[in-house]
Protein backbone atom coordinates (compact mmCIF):
# COMPACT_ATOMS: atom_id res chain seq x y z
CA UNK A 1 0.00 0.00 0.00
CA UNK A 2 0.90 3.80 0.53
CA UNK A 3 2.32 4.91 3.42
CA UNK A 4 3.11 8.79 4.15
CA UNK A 5 5.75 10.68 6.98
CA UNK A 6 6.10 14.00 7.95
CA UNK A 7 9.36 15.33 9.23
CA UNK A 8 10.58 18.48 10.47
CA UNK A 9 8.59 19.39 13.20
CA UNK A 10 10.87 20.66 15.99
CA UNK A 11 11.01 23.79 18.67
CA UNK A 12 11.36 26.77 16.86
CA UNK A 13 11.56 30.31 17.88
CA UNK A 14 8.29 32.73 17.25
CA UNK A 15 8.50 34.53 13.72
CA UNK A 16 11.43 32.38 12.55
CA UNK A 17 11.74 29.90 9.65
CA UNK A 18 11.00 26.17 9.52
CA UNK A 19 10.31 23.61 6.82
CA UNK A 20 8.85 20.37 7.13
CA UNK A 21 8.58 17.21 4.75
CA UNK A 22 6.18 14.61 3.72
CA UNK A 23 7.27 11.61 1.66
CA UNK A 24 5.45 8.94 0.16
CA UNK A 25 6.06 5.73 -0.05
CA UNK A 26 4.78 2.39 -1.43
CA UNK A 27 2.70 1.00 -4.32
CA UNK A 28 2.77 4.80 -5.86
CA UNK A 29 1.85 4.76 -9.57
CA UNK A 30 0.28 8.74 -9.16
CA UNK A 31 0.26 11.85 -6.67
CA UNK A 32 -2.80 13.81 -7.16
CA UNK A 33 -2.31 15.76 -4.28
CA UNK A 34 -0.96 16.24 -1.29
CA UNK A 35 -1.94 18.40 1.86
CA UNK A 36 -1.16 19.48 4.75
CA UNK A 37 -3.68 19.98 8.35
CA UNK A 38 -3.46 21.02 11.65
CA UNK A 39 -6.14 20.92 14.16
CA UNK A 40 -8.14 24.14 14.32
CA UNK A 41 -10.39 25.46 17.26
CA UNK A 42 -13.70 24.24 17.35
CA UNK A 43 -12.87 22.23 14.45
CA UNK A 44 -11.08 18.63 13.76
CA UNK A 45 -8.91 19.78 11.92
CA UNK A 46 -8.28 22.88 9.14
CA UNK A 47 -5.99 22.26 5.35
CA UNK A 48 -2.97 24.46 5.59
CA UNK A 49 -2.34 23.86 2.39
CA UNK A 50 -2.22 21.48 -0.75
CA UNK A 51 -0.46 21.20 -3.87
CA UNK A 52 -1.37 19.00 -7.05
CA UNK A 53 1.32 17.12 -9.01
CA UNK A 54 1.44 19.69 -11.31
CA UNK A 55 2.00 22.37 -8.78
CA UNK A 56 -1.71 23.84 -8.15
CA UNK A 57 -1.03 25.93 -4.50
CA UNK A 58 -3.59 26.26 -2.17
CA UNK A 59 -3.49 27.92 1.17
CA UNK A 60 -5.50 28.75 4.64
CA UNK A 61 -6.09 32.70 4.58
CA UNK A 62 -4.23 32.07 8.03
CA UNK A 63 -0.66 31.35 6.06
CA UNK A 64 -1.14 32.70 3.04
CA UNK A 65 1.73 35.05 2.00
CA UNK A 66 3.71 32.87 4.89
CA UNK A 67 3.98 29.79 4.23
CA UNK A 68 4.76 28.00 0.85
CA UNK A 69 4.13 24.79 -0.31
CA UNK A 70 6.15 22.88 -2.95
CA UNK A 71 6.93 19.33 -3.99
CA UNK A 72 9.28 17.02 -5.50
CA UNK A 73 7.74 14.38 -7.80
CA UNK A 74 10.67 12.49 -8.05
CA UNK A 75 10.94 11.86 -4.44
CA UNK A 76 7.29 11.78 -4.00
CA UNK A 77 7.82 14.77 -1.50
CA UNK A 78 5.85 17.34 -0.27
CA UNK A 79 7.31 20.30 1.81
CA UNK A 80 5.67 23.48 3.15
CA UNK A 81 8.10 26.06 3.78
CA UNK A 82 6.84 28.03 6.94
CA UNK A 83 8.53 31.30 7.22
CA UNK A 84 7.21 34.19 9.94
CA UNK A 85 5.47 31.32 12.28
CA UNK A 86 3.26 32.76 15.21
CA UNK A 87 2.84 30.94 18.45
CA UNK A 88 -0.50 30.04 17.25
CA UNK A 89 1.08 27.70 15.07
CA UNK A 90 1.92 25.38 17.11
CA UNK A 91 0.72 22.12 16.55
CA UNK A 92 1.07 19.10 15.16
CA UNK A 93 0.74 18.89 11.04
CA UNK A 94 -0.55 16.16 8.99
CA UNK A 95 0.31 15.36 5.81
CA UNK A 96 -2.34 13.60 3.28
CA UNK A 97 -1.43 12.17 0.33
CA UNK A 98 -4.41 11.18 -2.63
CA UNK A 99 -3.76 9.05 -5.63
CA UNK A 100 -3.77 5.96 -7.73
CA UNK A 101 -1.28 2.94 -6.54
CA UNK A 102 0.32 0.38 -9.42
CA UNK A 103 -2.12 -1.84 -8.66
CA UNK A 104 -5.04 0.90 -10.21
CA UNK A 105 -6.56 1.20 -6.59
CA UNK A 106 -7.11 4.89 -5.71
CA UNK A 107 -5.76 5.41 -2.30
CA UNK A 108 -5.79 8.10 0.06
CA UNK A 109 -2.84 8.00 3.15
CA UNK A 110 -2.43 9.90 6.08
CA UNK A 111 0.68 10.66 8.11
CA UNK A 112 1.05 10.02 11.93
CA UNK A 113 1.98 14.62 12.09
CA UNK A 114 4.55 15.99 13.06
CA UNK A 115 5.18 18.47 16.22
CA UNK A 116 5.97 22.10 15.02
CA UNK A 117 6.12 24.15 18.62
CA UNK A 118 7.07 27.64 18.60
CA UNK A 119 8.65 29.60 21.56
CA UNK A 120 8.57 33.21 22.29
Known amino acids: QVQVEESGGVLVQAWGPLRLSCAASGS ?25 TGGRENYADSVKDRFTISRDNGKNTVYLQMNNLKPEGKAVYYCNAEGRTIYYRAFTSWGQGTQVTVSS
Not at 28 to 52: H, N, Q
Open 28 to 52: IARITSMFWYRPAPGKVRELVADIT
